[in-house]
């Protein structure tokens, strides 16, 4: 089992960025792959992007090329750098462990078994 806690969310302008952190409370190295989702009010829940233990990424189309998802794995923390902001990224981001021990994953295939509990990201136009 594995506890996270995100961390980072907050308000910016249009244009800006901001970094979310998520803190396990284990090693997820080559147990768990990691991932972001994040939920808009009135809006299903949606993949952002997705890490594999082995670095590999992925990511929805809608951010690719503005978001970059990393690891580091000896602090056994996940981060999401969000840039080039807009007014539709304003949602609630989630932190989420898939248990893949022998599998990788990408971000449209990914079915967390943990959560978070979600930090908020507000985009201002």
């Known amino acids: 089992q594995v506890q996270l806690v995100e961390s980072g969310g907050g308000s910016v302008q249009s244009g800006g960025s901001l970094k979310v952190s998520c803190a396990a409370s284990r090693s997820f190295y080559m147990l768990y792959c990691m991932g972001w989702f994040r939920q808009a009010p009135g809006k299903e829940r949606e993949g952002v992007a997705g890490?594999?233990?082995?670095?590999?990424?992925s990511y929805a189309d809608s951010v690719k090329g503005r978001f970059t998802i990393s690891q580091d794995i000896a602090k056994s923390m996940l981060y999401l750098q969000m840039n080039s902001l807009k007014p539709e990224d304003t949602a609630m981001y989630y932190c989420a462990a898939e248990f893949c021990p022998l599998k990788k994953i990408t971000i449209t295939n990914m079915i967390p078994n943990y959560w978070g509990q979600g930090t908020q990201v507000t985009v201002s136009s």
């Open positions: 890490i594999n233990s082995d670095g590999s990424t």
